[in-house]
């Protein structure tokens, strides 16, 4: 290992002043990144930390070496960064990161199918996670876009919207809101709904489903998330609410029977999301066949534009 880089790892260690904390940092093991301080030390001939069971503290000559190891630091991650984009630039793969209930999309299928088609030399690599994790790999620069659900209030993040449809509700056959050709708003009072935990995401939960609460209908929480609702459903016969009607033939369980909302509705939209920067010819191609399903979507809902 270069002197550069035990430098490096100190300017992680002095800036934290944890060993735990900046092994995680750097995605290392504490023990080794302990002796590799150890090393540097004996290797500079005095130390640099004081190290005690509750706390590290640096030395004066710690101190002083941090100012010039930081800006080394700095200057290794900028690198980094440029191979990374270079790397990028030249690379014949997207890397689009995907909410888990974005499968049923039809304008994630037709994106994906129809780029593949007509760029046959380029792959998308698809990498599934929740919606805060995916923002922040985009941020990082670990993803080139990615695909979620409302809301979309980034202002370092362009966004394109790519579906958008109004929830309707699943209910069981039962009950005699099934019956009804709309139900309004007003009707679920009083009735159980079944739904994630708000607390997941909160801003999201209020956006798509906090309307349909507001009436007084009563949330039944699953707490396994949103794989289990169906189950729950079933079980105890509850009110689901479904936002790929009909695009999604899993959309029905057996017993129960859909029906639309009735009057105004808010709409669920889901759209990509990358940085604001310049991108390579790739990734704008990828972004303009976006843009194409996104028209489409415009011209069939003429009033959701």
């Known amino acids: 290992m270069s002197d550069f880089d035990r430098l490096i790892r100190f300017a992680a260690v ?24 150890q090393q540097l030390e004996a290797q500079l001939g005095f130390p640099l930390f004081v190290r005690s069971t509750r706390k590290v503290t640096l030395t004066p000559e710690g101190q002083m070496l941090l100012v010039h190891a930081a800006e080394l630091a700095e200057v290794a991650e900028r690198t980094r960064e440029a191979l990374r984009t270079l790397g990028r630039n030249h690379s014949s793969v997207i890397a689009l990161g995907v909410n888990p209930y974005t499968f049923w999309l039809p304008a994630r299928t037709r994106l994906l199918v129809g780029f593949r088609n007509r760029y046959k030399n380029a792959k998308v690599e698809l990498v599934s996670n929740y919606t805060p994790r995916l923002i922040s790999k985009v941020r990082k620069r670990t993803l080139d876009a990615a695909l979620v659900p409302a809301p979309f209030r980034f202002d370092d993040l362009e966004t394109l919207v790519v579906h958008s449809a109004a929830p309707s509700l699943l209910i069981p056959e039962e009950d005699p809101l099934s019956k009804l050709p709309a139900v309004p708003l007003s009707e679920l009072k009083g009735r159980r709904i079944a739904t994630t935990n708000p607390k997941l ?4 939960w209020e956006i798509n489903y906090g309307p349909l609460f507001a009436t007084g209908a009563e949330p039944f929480v699953v707490e396994e998330g949103q794989s289990a609702i169906s189950f729950y459903a079933r079980t105890e016969r ?5 936002v790929s009607w009909p695009d999604s033939e ?15 509705i808010h709409k669920i939209e889901y759209a990509l999301l990358r940085r604001k920067e310049q991108h390579r010819l790739l990734m704008t191609q990828f972004w303009n066949m976006a843009r194409e399903v996104a028209g489409d979507l415009a011209d069939r809902e003429p009033a959701a534009a």
């Open 14 to 37: 002095a800036e934290e002043l944890s060993f735990s904390r900046a092994a995680k940092r750097l995605r290392v093991d504490q023990p080794w990144l302990s002796r590799q301080i």
């Open 201 to 204: 995401n909160p801003v999201s």
């Open 238 to 242: 509850l009110v689901m609410i479904s």
């Open 250 to 264: 899993q959309a029905v369980p057996a017993g129960f029977v859909h029906v639309p909302i009735a009057g105004p």
